[in-house]
């Protein structure tokens, strides 16, 4: 079982800068590959980006390409988005998510409650 709980979110102008951080609970975190997902008011929730148990390979969404890091510190349970060059349309509720396949299209089995993130124009 994994419990996970972001933070960091906020209200940001754009062009500006946040860094999300997800904090798992149990032992077993360095065997999941984690993920960000959002979702903005009446769309569909949305894959952001994933990495591997082992930080070796990491997935973007197009939309955040060159923008957006994921990084994770297996020793602190913890992993971290960093969005910079912020745009308005990346307002949205961001979660993280953990599973045993990673990708865009992995499997993800536990999720947190969200953070909200808002960027002003």
């Known amino acids: 079982q994994v419990q996970l709980v972001e933070s960091g979110g906020g209200l940001v102008q754009a062009g500006g800068s946040l860094r999300l951080s997800c904090a798992a609970s149990g032992r077993t975190f360095s065997s999941y590959a984690m993920a960000w997902f959002r979702q903005a008011p009446g769309k569909e929730r949305e894959f952001v980006a994933g990495?591997?148990?082992?930080?070796?390979?990491?997935y973007y969404a197009d939309s955040v390409k060159g923008r957006f890091t994921i990084s994770r510190d297996n020793a602190k349970n913890t992993v971290y988005l960093q969005m910079n060059s912020l745009k308005p349309e990346d307002t949205a509720v961001y979660y993280c998510?953990?599973?045993?396949?990673?990708?865009?299209?992995?499997?993800?089995?536990?999720w947190g409650q969200g953070t909200q993130v808002t960027v002003s124009s």
């Open positions: 998510a953990a599973g045993l396949i990673p990708g865009q299209n992995g499997r993800y089995d536990y």
């Open positions: 990495i591997r148990w082992n930080g070796g390979n990491t």
